[in-house]
């Protein structure tokens, strides 16, 4: 059997940057930076050091191991190729993960040199849960409910962190903030796995979804967007506003609240939806973050 051609490396670049989802970038940046910003007051270059790792090698790692290790079932999968996560030619396996490795590699030397042990520990929770999401022996996004709050902490830890790294003093107002951006995040990933449902099932992979149901899933997300949106309004001013954000997405998965497993696939629609929303959520949080900053310089 004649080999399969070298990639170029134009061909390589380009799937490099389909695996690490740029359109999801700045939902794990934007957390870090806000977080930090907040906390030192301080443009300093820790803030755009840590920023660039969460916004570009970080999502790297996180999506490009998960395709390397989903590749059969990406196959299978229709709406994989693009956004929703690149079908990587098996060519570029190898080089996905060491890309990954190596980009992460020089972010995580300094973040540890200007880190406390405390931020350390977290970093490297943060990071463990990046690799183990998809890679075995864990493998954690075939076990339910452990697949949505791994998910979740992909994108919560880099504010933890954050907050951590400065030396935030904890407050139990605080922690309803972190709550609630977790519990947005289990709704963000149960809704998401329900429009793999039988493509997941055809794999022989499990998911919340897939041992759940559609249905039971999609009102699941309903309740953890609606009880991340509550807990937003325990948060000190103008943080309980915030609960309102929780809203256009109430108002995207409920119309799918009741579908079955053979109708799944029909939840891509409210998830290209909701790709687009988190920009907007993402702004409307900007906002209130700069109101708390006046109010509190």
Same mark, same amino acid.
């Given at each position: 059997?004649? !080999?399969?051609?070298?990639?170029?490396?134009?061909? @390589?670049?380009?799937?490099?940057? *389909?695996? $690490?989802?740029?359109?999801?970038? =700045?939902?794990?940046?934007?957390?870090?930076?806000?977080?930090?910003? *907040?906390?030192?007051?301080?443009? /300093?270059?820790?803030? +755009?050091?840590?920023?660039?790792?969460?916004?570009?090698?970080?999502?790297?790692?996180?999506?490009?191991?998960?395709?390397?290790?989903?590749?059969?079932?990406?196959? #299978?999968?229709?709406?994989?190729?693009?956004?929703?996560?690149?079908?990587? /030619? #098996?060519?570029?396996?190898? &080089?996905?993960?060491?890309?990954?490795?190596?980009?992460? *590699?020089?972010?995580?030397?300094?973040?540890?040199?200007?880190? $406390?042990?405390?931020?350390?520990?977290?970093? !490297?929770? $943060?990071?463990? +849960?990046?690799?183990?999401? $998809?890679?075995?022996?864990? #493998?954690?996004?075939?076990?339910?409910?452990?697949?949505?709050?791994?998910?979740?902490?992909?994108?919560?830890?880099?504010?933890?962190?954050?907050?951590?790294?400065?030396?935030?003093?904890?407050?139990?107002? *605080?922690?309803?903030?972190?709550?609630?951006?977790?519990?947005?995040?289990?709704?963000?990933?149960? +809704?998401?796995?329900?429009? /793999? @449902?039988?493509?997941?099932?055809?794999?022989?992979? !499990?998911? &919340?979804?897939?041992? #759940?149901?559609?249905?039971?899933?999609?009102?699941?997300?309903?309740?953890?967007?609606?009880?991340?949106? =509550?807990?937003?309004?325990?948060?000190?001013?103008?943080?309980?506003?915030?609960?309102?954000?929780?809203?256009?997405?109430?108002?995207?998965?409920?119309?799918?609240?009741? =579908? /079955?497993?053979?109708?799944?696939?029909?939840?891509?629609?409210?998830?290209?939806? +909701?790709?687009?929303?988190?920009?907007?959520?993402?702004f409307l949080v900007t906002l209130l973050l700069i109101w708390y900053?006046?109010?509190?310089?």
């Amino acid at each position: 059997m004649t !080999a399969a051609p070298a990639l170029r490396p134009a061909a @390589v670049a380009r799937q490099l940057l *389909l695996a $690490s989802r740029p359109v999801s970038w =700045i939902n794990t940046a934007f957390p870090f930076a806000a977080a930090y910003l *907040l906390s030192a007051r301080d443009l /300093d270059a820790t803030l +755009f050091i840590g920023t660039l790792f969460f916004l570009i090698p970080y999502n790297l790692a996180m999506y490009g191991i998960n395709d390397v290790f989903d590749y059969e079932s990406d196959l #299978r999968n229709p709406r994989k190729g693009g956004a929703h996560g690149a079908v990587l /030619d #098996r060519r570029v396996h190898a &080089i996905t993960l060491w890309t990954a490795a190596l980009s992460c *590699l020089p972010f995580v030397v300094y973040l540890v040199a200007v880190g $406390s042990p405390a931020s350390v520990a977290v970093l !490297a929770g $943060s990071l463990f +849960f990046v690799v183990f999401y $998809s890679a075995p022996p864990l #493998r954690l996004k075939e076990r339910p409910f452990a697949d949505s709050i791994t998910s979740s902490i992909h994108f919560v830890s880099p504010a933890v962190y954050a907050l951590v790294l400065t030396g935030t003093e904890w407050t139990w107002q *605080l922690a309803a903030l972190i709550s609630a951006f977790g519990l947005w995040g289990v709704a963000s990933h149960a +809704f998401g796995a329900v429009q /793999d @449902v039988v493509a997941d099932r055809e794999a022989g992979i !499990a998911s &919340i979804a897939t041992v #759940r149901g559609a249905r039971w899933t999609v009102r699941f997300a309903l309740v953890c967007y609606a009880a991340a949106g =509550i807990v937003m309004t325990v948060t000190v001013w103008p943080g309980p506003l915030a609960a309102l954000v929780a809203v256009p997405y109430l108002l995207t998965v409920w119309p799918y609240r009741s =579908i /079955d497993d053979a109708h799944a696939s029909e939840a891509t629609a409210g998830w290209r939806r +909701f790709l687009w929303l988190n920009q907007l959520a993402g702004f409307l949080v900007t906002l209130l973050l700069i109101w708390y900053a006046a109010l509190t310089t």
